[in-house]
């Protein structure tokens, strides 16, 4: 149960960093989704 939550306070983290640096957070360029992985900072 603690790692659901872990993994959830960190996906609310990723979304207001989109939500500040990010055009169009819908479809964030500079923070990447890696699946099965964690995320990925690339600069544009």
Excluded: C
């Amino acid at each position: 149960m603690d790692s659901f939550s872990e993994n959830q306070t960190l996906t609310v983290h990723i979304k207001m960093l989109r939500d500040k640096i990010e055009d169009n957070p819908a479809k964030p360029v500079r923070i990447k989704t890696v699946w099965g992985v964690g995320y990925r900072y690339e600069e544009v």
